[in-house]
Nanobody, 121 residues
């Protein structure tokens, strides 16, 4: 089994900053892509940003240079630094990892339980 655990959500005023962390553990040989998604009430889950093992990064257009994703490959950690937060950023943020298991060499895609981010006006 592969587990993802997020931390760092909370309540912040508009214009403020928050940092999210996600730790992956378990039956992991390698993780190709780690990323952050979010789901606001009544909306579909959407990609925020993801990063490959080699450091290739993909940001959603709405990030607009406000968020920074980073990764510690050795420790299977991924971070999301969020600045200039807006009320529209209010959502549950989910960590995602795609990789290969140590046991049986099978592929996996797993999600964390989510961490809530609330941005007040």
């Amino acid at each position: 089994q592969v587990q993802l655990v997020e931390s760092g959500g909370g309540l912040v005023e508009a214009g403020g900053s928050l940092s999210l962390s996600c730790a992956a553990s378990g039956d992991i040989f390698s993780i190709n892509v780690m990323g952050w998604y979010r789901q606001a009430p009544g909306k579909q889950r959407e990609l925020v940003a993801d990063i490959t093992t080699g450091g290739i990064i993909n940001y959603a257009d709405f990030v607009k240079g406000r968020f920074t994703i980073s990764r510690d490959n050795a420790k299977n950690l991924v971070y999301l630094q969020m600045t200039s937060l807006e009320p529209e950023d209010t959502a549950v943020y989910y960590c995602n990892a795609v990789g290969r298991r140590l046991t049986g060499w099978g592929q996996f895609e797993n999600w964390g339980q989510g961490t809530r981010v609330t941005v007040s006006e």
